[in-house]
Structures are given as structure tokens and as C-alpha cells.
T-cell receptor, first 109, second 114 residues
Framework: GQNIDQPTEMTATEGAIVQINCTYQ??????LFWYQQHAGEAPTFLSY??LDGLEEKGRFSSFLSRSKGYSYLLLKELQMKDSASYLC??????????WGAGTKLIIKP | SQTIHQWPATLVQPVGSPLSLECTVE??????LYWYRQAAGRGLQLLFY??????ISSEVPQNLSASRPQDRQFILSSKKLLLSDSGFYLC?????????????FGEGSRLTVL
């Protein structure tokens, strides 16, 4: 079967750095997405990785290792507004999006 | 600019009642359209997707159905709701296949079946 694993919940301090991991086992790979979802709202796009390496976009960076079936989302200089769920999603060989259950990130002052 | 809107935002329905959720997209032509359901503690589940008017693909067997009567309109329906239909429903669109770009989501519709 296809599987996306992410920690259920993480806690971090305002101003700090946090890394949210995602491991996947899918039938093929055609890219990996990270989305942010605030409580009760729709997900919004953060990043897309299809090649190995690090993609940096402001305070957020996303890393991919296809050989390890692994990605992480790195959030720097955390702000209270970063409190949200972070969803990892993989495009499989049939070009279907397989979604993880999401990681709820709690930021404390 | 492109926008997506879905409604109603929340609804409480008795078991056995019908359902209609509507979604419209503005500012683009021939989008790919999707209906997802999000249950607590689980990943987004794709229910239906459409690549054009009248073209609907169903991903899971269920008592829900979808229709695309116009290019930028996507409707999710049920004739008789079940308790298990409760959840957060999200409409989304994309310009191409999912690996070529991001999904843009509507605001979501929270359905509670009692």
C-alpha cells in the first residue's frame, strides 16, 4: 500500500527553528508538496520538490531525498502565525496525490 | 486573478437527507476540479476529479456523486446522507495535472450529519 508518515504534533518556541519530517512509500514518485493549513481553513501551497536537495523560500525551506523516501520542511524564525498543520503530499506513478495526515505545529511564546 | 469559492461553509443535516455542495472557479478556463474530504487525523481523501464538462472520475465507492454542468462549476451531491459522511469537504482546482503545479483550495464546507 501507499503510505505517508508525519509526526502528529510538534511544539516549538517563537523565534526558534523547527524541522517537520515526512517519509513516504509510494508506487513511484513524481514530486512532493508541502501545504500549510490553519485550523478550519483550506490548505495553502508552501513548496514543491521533484529533485533531490534543498529549496529555500524565505523563512521556509524544503528538502528531498528520493533514495531515502524522505523530505523535511524547515521553518526558521518561528512566529505565532506559523501555528498550523503542515501537510506532506506525494505524486505517485499514476499522477495521484497521496496525502499525509498532517503535523500540527504549536508555537509557544 | 483566479478565485475559488465553495458554499455553504457549514451545514448540519439529518441522516437520510440530501446534500448539495457547490464550487465555482473564476479567472481561468478549463481547470481540473477536485472534491476532497478531510477527516480528523487522516490525510485528504480524493473523492472526485474532473478534467472537463461532464467528465467525472470517482476515486472511492460511496453514496456521493459529483457533476460538472459548466466549465467552472463543480457540485457534490448525495441523495441520502450517512453518519459517516460527516467531515470537512474541500473543493480545489489546478491548471494541469497535479505534478505540474499547486492545488488551489476553496474555503471548505464542514458537514455534520446527525
Amino acid at each position: 500500500g501507499q503510505n505517508i508518515d508525519q509526526p502528529t504534533e510538534m511544539t516549538a518556541t517563537e523565534g526558534a527553528i523547527v524541522q517537520i519530517n515526512c517519509t513516504y512509500q509510494t508506487s513511484g514518485f513524481n514530486g512532493l508538496f508541502w501545504y500549510q493549513q490553519h485550523a478550519g481553513e483550506a490548505p495553502t501551497f508552501l513548496s514543491y520538490n521533484v529533485l533531490d536537495g534543498l529549496e529555500e523560500k524565505g523563512r521556509f525551506s524544503s528538502f528531498l531525498s528520493r533514495s531515502k523516501g524522505y523530505s523535511y520542511l524547515l521553518l526558521k524564525e518561528l512566529q505565532m502565525k506559523d501555528s498550523a498543520s503542515y501537510l506532506c503530499a506525494v505524486v505517485d506513478s499514476n499522477y495521484q496525490l497521496i496525502w499525509g495526515a498532517g503535523t500540527k505545529l504549536i508555537i509557544k511564546p | 486573478s483566479q478565485t475559488i469559492h465553495q458554499w455553504p461553509a457549514t451545514l448540519v443535516q439529518p441522516v437520510g437527507s440530501p446534500l448539495s455542495l457547490e464550487c465555482t472557479v473564476e479567472g481561468t478556463s478549463n481547470p481540473n476540479l477536485y472534491w476532497y474530504r478531510q477527516a480528523a487525523g487522516r490525510g485528504l481523501q480524493l473523492l472526485f476529479y474532473s478534467v472537463g464538462i461532464g467528465q467525472i472520475s470517482s476515486e472511492v465507492p460511496q453514496n456521493l456523486s459529483a457533476s460538472r454542468p459548466q466549465d467552472r462549476q463543480f457540485i457534490l451531491s448525495s441523495k441520502k446522507l450517512l453518519l459517516s459522511d460527516s467531515g470537512f469537504y474541500l473543493c480545489a482546482w489546478s491548471e494541469g495535472t497535479v505534478n505540474t503545479g499547486e492545488l488551489f483550495f476553496g474555503e471548505g464546507s464542514r458537514l455534520t450529519v446527525l
